[in-house]
C-alpha cells in the first residue's frame, strides 16, 4: 500500500524511530572536476525530527518496498535528482531491534543540480573531508564513521594492462591503448571495493594511465590524465615517479600492473599510501562496475 509506512515505532532499544517498516537513505557521492569526491547531504527542516542538523536523503519505507528503492524514492522526492542515473553499489543495515535504517551507497560521475522541498533548509554536494565539521544527525553520525568511503585514484601500467587481454593489443598498439583509455574515463565516481592491503569502499576520484611505445600515440579521453613515457624512455620509470608525486600530494593510489619487479618499486615509492594489484581486478572493474546502474 502506497505511504502506509509512515508513522513512529519503538525499536527494542525503546528508542523513538521514524518509518513503520524501517527506513532508508542515499549516500549519494560524485567527483568534481578538480577531484574532489562529494557527499549530497541534506540540511533537515527544523520542524523536522532532529531537524536543522544535515543528513541523508531518505525517509520511511513502505511495506512492499525494498531498502535500495525506497532510499531512490525518497532522495529523488527530497532533492529532485533523476533516479534512474544513480548507480547503486552495496548497503549497510543499522538493526535496533524491531527497526533499521538502510544506508544505500551509491554514485554518480559528477554532482548534479539539485532542488528543496520543504524537507530541507539546504541541500549540498558536501566534500568529505568536509562531512565531519557539520552539525550531523546523531543517526548519520553513527554511521558515517562505517560507511564512509576513501578517495583513490588509478595508475595504471597500460603496457602490461593491455598486453593482458586478448584484444589484438600485438597488432594495434595504439588502438588497443585509445580502446583502455575510454573504458577507464568511464570510471569516474564509481564505487569500488580496495583490494588486500587497503580494504573497504573506495571511490575512483582520478586515472593516470603511463603509455609508452607505439601506444603513446593513443588519443587522450577527457577526464583521465595520461603520461607519455618520451621515446626509448622505460614506463616503469614513469609509473614510479608518477606514484612517488600523486602521494607526496596527499592521494591514496591504487596502481595496476602484473610486473613483479614493478610492483616492488611502487609499493616502496608509494608506503602505507598505495596499494598494488592485477589487471584481473581491473577488468572485473570495467566489467561490473564501468558503465550503467547496478544494484
Known amino acids: 500500500m502506497e505511504g502506509d509506512g509512515d508513522g513512529w515505532v519503538r525499536c527494542a532499544r525503546d528508542h523513538r524511530h521514524w518509518g513503520r517498516f524501517?527506513?532508508?537513505g542515499l549516500l549519494l557521492h560524485a567527483v568534481d572536476d578538480d577531484g574532489v569526491v562529494r557527499l549530497l547531504l541534506q540540511h533537515r527542516a527544523a520542524w523536522s525530527h532532529h531537524g536543522d542538523t544535515w543528513g541523508l536523503p531518505g525517509g520511511a519505507r513502505h511495506s512492499h518496498e525494498e531498502a535500495v528503492h525506497a532510499a531512490i524514492r525518497e532522495a529523488v522526492e527530497e532533492t529532485g535528482i533523476d533516479g534512474g542515473s544513480v548507480r547503486t553499489r552495496h548497503a549497510?543495515?543499522?538493526?535496533?531491534?524491531?527497526?533499521?535504517?538502510?544506508t544505500v551507497s551509491a554514485d554518480l560521475p559528477a554532482p548534479v543540480a539539485t532542488s528543496l522541498n520543504r524537507e530541507s533548509e539546504a541541500l549540498a554536494w558536501v566534500a568529505l573531508g568536509?562531512?565531519?565539521?557539520?552539525?550531523?544527525?546523531?543517526?548519520?553520525?553513527?554511521?558515517?564513521r562505517l560507511v564512509r568511503p576513501q578517495p583513490v585514484v588509478l595508475l595504471v601500467d597500460m603496457a602490461n594492462v593491455v598486453g593482458s587481454r586478448p584484444d589484438g593489443w600485438w597488432r594495434d598498439r595504439p588502438g588497443?591503448?585509445?580502446?583502455?583509455?575510454?573504458?577507464?574515463?568511464?570510471?569516474?565516481?564509481?564505487?569500488?571495493?580496495?583490494?588486500a592491503q587497503q580494504p573497504g569502499a573506495q571511490v575512483i576520484a582520478g586515472v593516470v594511465a603511463v603509455l609508452e611505445g607505439a601506444a603513446a600515440a593513443a588519443t587522450e579521453p577527457g577526464w583521465v590524465?595520461?603520461?607519455r613515457a618520451a621515446r626509448g624512455g622505460s614506463g616503469d620509470d614513469w609509473l614510479v615517479q608518477a606514484a612517488a608525486a600523486l602521494v607526496g600530494e596527499g592521494q591514496r593510489v591504487t596502481a595496476?600492473?602484473?610486473?613483479?619487479?614493478?610492483?616492488?618499486?611502487?609499493?616502496?615509492?608509494?608506503?602505507?599510501?598505495?596499494?598494488?594489484?592485477?589487471?584481473?581486478?581491473?577488468?572485473?572493474?570495467?566489467?561490473?562496475?564501468?558503465s550503467g546502474q547496478r544494484g
Open 22 to 24: 524501517g527506513a532508508a
Open 92 to 102: 549497510f543495515v543499522d538493526d535496533h531491534g524491531g527497526w533499521s535504517y538502510t
Open 130 to 144: 568536509e562531512v565531519d565539521a557539520l552539525p550531523l544527525h546523531p543517526g548519520f553520525a553513527h554511521t558515517w
Open 176 to 195: 588497443a591503448a585509445a580502446r583502455l583509455l575510454e573504458e577507464l574515463a568511464g570510471l569516474r565516481g564509481v564505487t569500488v571495493q580496495g583490494v
Open 225 to 227: 590524465q595520461v603520461r
Open 256 to 290: 595496476v600492473t602484473a610486473d613483479r619487479e614493478l610492483r616492488g618499486r611502487l609499493t616502496r615509492a608509494g608506503g602505507d599510501q598505495l596499494q598494488v594489484t592485477g589487471p584481473s581486478w581491473l577488468r572485473q572493474v570495467l566489467g561490473s562496475d564501468g
